[in-house]
Nanobody, 114 residues
Framework: QAQLVESGGGLVQPGGSLRLSCAASGFAFSMDIMNWYRRVPGKEREFVASITADGGRTNYADSVRGRFTISRDNLQQTLYLQMNNLKPDDTAVYYC???????WGPGTQVNVSA
């Protein structure tokens, strides 16, 4: 069964860093484009970043470009999101997504607060 499980969320002060991980299983992870999305309660889910199957190309939302880095390890079947210089507006539940499979993980909570 195809599955995505995020980890690495938590509470961090403004200006701090976190690294999210997403463990994939049950499908050919190395063949899939992968995304990170986030959602704030009461708002629509927001695209954060994407990466091609081979990791050669990435794309970012304007709100995180220059602060976040998406990467992947196809041998470990793991997707990452390195988040630096975090801001309170980055507080959200972060989701790992395999868009062509319409597969979402359960999410991991990130709270940025002093």
């Amino acid at each position: 069964q195809a599955q995505l499980v995020e980890s690495g969320g938590g509470l961090v002060q403004p200006g701090g860093s976190l690294r999210l991980s997403c463990a994939a299983s049950g499908f050919a992870f190395s063949m899939d484009i992968m995304n990170w999305y986030r959602r704030v309660p009461g708002k629509e889910r927001e695209f954060v970043a994407s990466i091609t199957a081979d990791g050669g190309r990435t794309n970012y939302a304007d709100s995180v470009r220059g602060r976040f880095t998406i990467s992947r390890d196809n041998l470990q079947q793991t997707l990452y999101l390195q988040m630096n210089n975090l801001k309170p507006d980055d507080t959200a539940v972060y989701y790992c997504v395999a868009p062509y499979r319409r597969l979402w993980g359960p999410g991991t909570q990130v709270n940025v607060s002093a």
